[in-house]
């Protein structure tokens, strides 16, 4: 069966989602300083698989085009450091060997971006090859070149999720404000320089203590409000799912009346 007649995954329901991994894998074990490879995405029942580059990096998944005019260059140069996964990423990588320019990292704007931290993953019961990446606005029909590949994204995917999930439930954003430490010893050598007393520099080092505190708590703050965006971010999208499920369940229903 061509690519472009293939269905994508089936109704929700019908795939299971993934389990938690059982072991508390290192977040850079896994996806080191980014993961990359070539997966094909649902476009369209006119259009069908479309092979895609993607990219997952700082709690990202980035896609690019790899064929026509908006295409652009993947080679060692530009994956460097990243984890590729799949052979036939591997043979796109080696087929632009010679091919690195600076233009080839500038100008890669990717055509979408998932943030793992609002997003749940599904791997299709039907179908070894196939997952779902699910937000509250938007739902991404993959399929790896392999089930092995399949699973590698899956550990990535769901390593990075994880990640969020300890940081925000753990609460270790707060007690890093006692951790922080800020050196006045470069102020003070400027100011000996200077000829100021000592009372003066004793002074100009606690007011500079004090205004890096300050800005400290505010950071914190922030930081912890995000947080919170996020957590009510991940309560919207399973209530989004489960209406969805909910109106599908009573779509079937209707037509079987019908």
């Known amino acids: 069966m061509s ?14 989602p993934i ?13 080191g300083n980014g993961i990359s490879g070539m997966l094909y995405k649902w476009v369209n029942y006119g ?4 092979p895609r580059w993607f990219v997952l990096q700082d ?17 060692q140069e530009t994956e460097k450091g990243c984890k590729v996964i799949g052979e036939k990423s591997r043979r796109i990588i080696s087929r632009h060997r ?4 600076n233009n080839s990292l500038t100008n ?3 055509f ?6 609002v997003s749940t993953f599904r791997q299709s019961k039907s179908h070894d090859k196939r997952f779902s990446i699910f937000t509250g606005t938007k739902m991404l029909h993959l399929r790896a070149e392999s089930q092995d590949d399949r699973e590698a ?6 390593a990075v999720k994880d990640m969020f999930h300890r940081v925000f439930h753990s609460k270790i954003v707060a007690p890093m404000v006692d951790k922080v430490a800020i050196s006045t010893e470069k102020l003070r050598q400027r100011l000996v320089q200077e000829g100021l007393d000592s009372a003066t520099i004793e002074d100009s080092e606690q007011i500079m203590r004090n205004e890096f505190a300050t800005l400290q708590k505010k950071l914190v703050l922030l930081k912890q409000k995000q947080w919170l965006l996020i957590d009510i971010l991940q309560q919207l999208e399973v209530y989004v799912m489960k209406m969805r499920k909910k109106t599908f369940n009573f779509q079937k229903l209707i037509q079987h009346l019908l």
């Open 3 to 16: 690519q472009r007649n293939e269905k994508p995954l089936g109704e929700e329901g019908t795939d299971d």
């Open 19 to 31: 389990p938690p991994l059982q072991v508390d894998l290192k977040i850079n074990d896994i996806v």
């Open 47 to 50: 259009k069908g698989w479309k």
């Open 59 to 75: 709690g990202v998944l980035s896609y690019y085009k790899i064929n026509g005019p908006d295409k652009i260059l993947v080679s």
């Open 98 to 101: 010679d091919s690195f320019s």
């Open 108 to 110: 890669r704007k990717p």
């Open 112 to 117: 979408g971006e998932i943030h793992l931290e």
């Open 153 to 158: 994204w899956m550990e990535a995917l769901q």
